[in-house]
Nanobody
Framework: VSLVESGGGLVQAGGSLRLSCAAS????????LGWYRQAPGKQRELVAT???????TYADSVKGRFTISRDVAKNTVEMQMNKLKPEDTAVYYC????????WGQGTQVTVSS
């Protein structure tokens, strides 16, 4: 089982990035999928998740700016990040959770001021 992220990078404040995660090795239709992030010196925190039935959760800090979506047939989850702020700078991890959790290797997002 693996989760492979793509789409991170460097962007100026106010800009946009789109993260993608492809899950393989199992069917993830019953899993919740989502994104967590970890900034230097801080704990890993939830950014957004989408459940197997489509229920979506966002961290308060990204509501109105980030949009998560999933394609059940393709085992993918994506997150459109708009109006990025310097405080969004972190390593973003793809996550799949059900009876156990799986994590991707992480992709760096850096927002310059």
């Amino acid at each position: 089982v693996s989760l492979v992220e793509s789409g991170g990078g460097l962007v100026q404040a106010g800009g946009s990035l789109r993260l993608s995660c492809a899950a393989s090795g199992s069917s993830f239709s019953t899993y919740s999928l989502g994104w967590y992030r970890q900034a230097p010196g801080k704990q890993r925190e939830l950014v957004a998740t989408v459940g197997s039935r489509g229920t979506i959760t966002y961290a308060d800090s990204v509501k109105g700016r980030f949009t998560i979506s999933r394609d059940v047939a393709k085992n993918t989850v994506e997150m459109q990040m708009n109006k990025l702020k310097p405080e969004d700078t972190a390593v973003y991890y793809c996550w799949a959770g059900y009876w156990r959790a799986y994590w991707g290797q992480g992709t760096q997002v850096t927002v310059s001021s």
